[in-house]
């Protein structure tokens, strides 16, 4: 039975890192058309990359891209083969936020709402990835217990009604606040967001934070803290799933070897196989049946009771039911419309812009950084062109008169200084400057009006790119291991007083 | 060995004033974070996008419109733009523009995108992203240096947008739809046209 799930576990991951990375292909294969010469060219070698992937992997079917927009999201919100399955709590977030039940929402959760009734946590144990990263997690704790730290490290439990608290809490700040905050607790709504984020090229977000904290907290403090105690989707599921039909079975024969608390040591979530009951919060992860030195645990079906059975029956039919009639909701793609936006920046398109009042004027000041003619191919990298406009907010007409421009750079360094006696076109004063640092404070003196303004403008972004990331999580696991070493090197000091001790008295 | 099997919460003295305490703290803590919404906002959203109030409510920030987009028109903001609009999809038309293919809009699970037919009429008459805006004190054809680009850029010239003497464009504002691609095309810097999103009552 593991190897059906190591393989749902690992199918799960790998199709939340493939969906973003197939929808950017998509994307690209789209903006460059099949078989683009020039992509290396064009686009940034990521983009490139990219694309080759998605020819490679998609561009064999007769359509790619309408396969491609069938698959998207993750596991908060997946659509897969053209069905959106969205997480119920999903729904109940929208219905708190927005004090209203849409429907086609409902539908979108039947699919998860059924699974739970049939199988209470399977999605925690069989799908979420962020169990499975834990797990991994858990394992290199044990692994660390055993092999690195002689004393055991902290073992902090929450009691498992704090998930009541989770759940609840978020619906009532969800109720007041007026948006769906789930999506900021649950940390598989953050890292597909991340990840996202990551293949997207956009700056990061707080899921990936929130997950090596989490990892964090669960290897040095408090094993399985989050499934076990605070995540507020195993709490719904688990509830959903009172009456569930697949699940771990106990059987009656033979019986316990008394005083054995081999399934009880195993489990991650606190619950107690060797009794029979208490297994709501089950994962169905089978860490105990492989324990069990009496083989008598097992993963598999049993209907509750007998006069039960006629609703799963109906639930079976309803999921059937759903999973045929939601795809007919998706997609009606006519064509026809002109496509005049252009993926790749044009040259002009401005790296930074601001726009401010000092009043009456709307001053606008823009910054090209030679972005899309590729600045590291540039002979003067640090060069910027900057355009700075003025416009008067009541008449609605342009500054014409004198101007003079300061760039400073915000950690100090000289001040450039350009004057104009007028506009070098329309309204438009435009220099060329070198600026090296990152930001500047610009200060403008529209010297015919009488106004001073100053606005700082970062010339250059840095997104935080992969590699970023990587290190993130290899600086986490890294001192956690230091941590570990730490206790390691405290209980010899520890053993080192203790045989010194008593010579000296 | 027959304990009753559990059924129900155990609800203990403790856990039911921690639960108490919850239900006040999140009340509270909701009203504290509220604030942040309540600025009006002039941000463009994909088309189709309910008021904003109601858009915040329902969209559960699952990325599926910008996975959609084939244009990777469609960015998502971050926790700078505050908690409430932290990951809710933006436009950002001068970096990439809206080509009007409605994927979004039946990807979005909570209709926070209302679906829209991807019919040229259809598009015309209810997509209301926002109206561009021409200012002719920047704009090349305005200034005699015939131009004309974001003419050739409109999905419906001569209806959203229309070219007089000199190419000088002019916007009617009862038929743009505040797609961008118009900003996106324009030659000039700063841009001479620029879309106004809609008006969104906060």
Request: charge should be negative; proline fraction near 8%; charged fraction near 15%.
């Given at each position: 039975m593991n190897i059906f799930r190591y393989a749902s576990q690992a199918a799960a991951l790998l199709t939340l890192l493939a969906l973003p990375l197939l929808s950017r292909g998509s994307a690209?294969?789209?903006?460059?058309?099949?078989?683009?010469?020039?992509?290396?060219?064009?686009?940034?070698?990521?983009?490139?990359?990219?694309?080759?992937?998605?020819?490679a992997a998609a561009g064999w079917f007769s359509d790619p891209v309408a396969l491609a927009d069938k698959f998207q999201g993750g596991f908060w919100s997946i659509t897969l083969f053209g069905v959106t399955f969205t997480d119920p709590l999903a729904m109940v977030g929208h219905a708190a936020a927005s004090g209203s039940i849409h429907w086609p929402l409902v539908i979108g959760i039947g699919a998860p709402v059924i699974l739970a009734i049939l199988a209470g946590r399977f999605f925690c144990g069989w799908i979420c990835p962020v169990n499975t990263l834990l797990e991994l997690n858990g394992r290199l704790r044990s692994w660390i217990e055993r092999r690195v730290a002689l004393q055991r490290p902290p073992k902090f439990t929450l009691p498992t009604w704090a998930r009541y608290l989770v759940l609840f809490g978020s619906i009532g700040v969800a109720a007041t606040a007026g948006y769906n905050v789930f999506a900021f607790v649950l940390p598989y709504a953050g890292m597909a967001r991340d990840w996202h984020f990551v293949i997207y090229g956009a700056s990061a977000g707080f899921g990936l934070f929130f997950l090596v904290t989490l990892i964090m907290v669960e290897l040095l403090i408090a094993p399985r803290l989050w499934c076990r105690s605070l995540c507020p989707t195993g709490l719904l599921l688990e509830t959903l799933g009172r009456r569930r039909v697949f699940g771990l079975q106990k059987a009656s024969q033979p019986p316990?070897?008394?005083?054995?608390?081999?399934?009880?040591?195993?489990?991650?979530?606190?619950?107690?196989?060797?009794?029979?009951?208490?297994?709501?919060?089950?994962?169905?992860?089978?860490?105990?049946?492989?324990?069990?030195?009496?083989?008598?645990?097992?993963?598999?079906?049993?209907?509750?009771k007998r006069r039960q059975a006629w609703r799963h029956a109906v639930g079976a039919v309803a999921l059937l039911v759903i999973l045929g009639t939601a795809g007919s909701a998706a997609a009606h793609h006519i064509k026809g419309q002109p496509h005049y936006g252009y993926l790749e920046n044009y040259p002009q398109t401005p790296t930074r812009e601001q726009r401010f009042t000092a009043s009456p004027y709307l001053i606008t000041v823009v910054a090209f950084g030679f972005d899309g003619m590729k600045a590291a191919r540039s002979e003067t990298p640090n060069d910027v062109m900057i355009y700075i406009s003025a416009r008067h907010e009541r008449t609605k007409k342009g500054y014409r008169g004198p101007l003079e421009v300061k760039f400073r750079d915000v950690v100090g360094g000289p001040v450039i200084t350009r004057r104009f006696k007028f506009p070098v076109e329309e309204t438009v004063y435009r220099m060329r400057v070198t600026l090296p640092a990152p930001a500047y404070d610009i200060a403008i003196n529209l010297k015919g009006a009488g106004i001073d303004a100053t606005t700082r403008l970062d010339v250059r972004g840095v997104p935080i790119s992969l590699p970023l990331y990587f290190l993130a999580g290899v600086a986490a696991i890294l001192i956690g291991i230091v941590a570990f070493l730490g206790i390691r090197h405290r209980r010899r000091r520890a053993r080192v007083d203790l045989a010194t001790a008593p010579s000296e008295s | 060995m027959s304990e009753p099997p559990q059924s129900g919460v155990n609800l203990t003295r403790r856990s039911a004033l921690a639960l108490g305490l919850t239900a006040v703290g999140s009340v509270a803590a909701g009203f504290a974070i509220r604030e942040s919404r309540a600025a009006p906002t002039a941000i463009l959203r994909p088309p189709g996008a309910i008021d904003e109030t109601r858009f915040l409510a329902a969209c559960i920030r699952c990325f599926q419109c910008g996975e959609v987009c084939p244009n990777q028109a469609i960015q998502f903001g971050g926790l700078q733009d505050g908690l409430a609009r932290a990951y809710t999809p933006v436009i950002r038309a001068r970096e990439q523009s809206c080509?009007?293919?409605?994927?979004?809009?039946?990807?979005?699970?909570?209709?926070?995108?209302?679906?829209?037919?991807?019919?040229?009429?259809?598009?015309?008459?209810?997509?209301?992203?926002?109206?561009?805006?021409?200012?002719?004190?920047?704009?090349?054809?305005?200034?005699?240096?015939?131009?004309?680009?974001?003419?050739?850029?409109?999905?419906?010239?001569?209806?959203?947008?229309?070219l007089e003497t000199n190419a000088t464009p002019y916007v009617d504002e009862k038929f743009c739809v505040g797609c961008g691609n118009c900003e996106r095309a324009c030659i000039h810097l700063p841009q001479a046209i620029r879309i106004t999103p809609r008006e969104r009552a906060a």
């Open positions: 690209l294969y789209q903006a460059y058309g099949k078989g683009a010469t020039h992509i290396s060219e064009l686009a940034t070698p990521w983009d490139a990359f990219l694309f080759h992937m998605f020819s316990c070897p008394s005083g054995c608390h081999a399934c009880i040591t195993a489990c991650p979530v606190g619950v107690i196989p060797r009794d029979g009951h208490h297994t709501e919060s089950c994962m169905l992860c089978s860490a105990c049946v492989d324990r069990c030195p009496t083989s008598a645990l097992s993963l598999g079906a049993a209907l509750p | 080509i009007l293919c409605m994927k979004c809009t039946t990807a979005c699970p909570t209709d926070a995108l209302t679906p829209i037919a991807d019919d040229p009429d259809t598009i015309l008459n209810t997509v209301r992203m926002g109206t561009a805006h021409v200012d002719q004190d920047l704009c090349y054809s305005h200034n005699d240096r015939i131009c004309g680009v974001c003419y050739y850029a409109c999905p419906f010239p001569d209806q959203a947008l229309r």
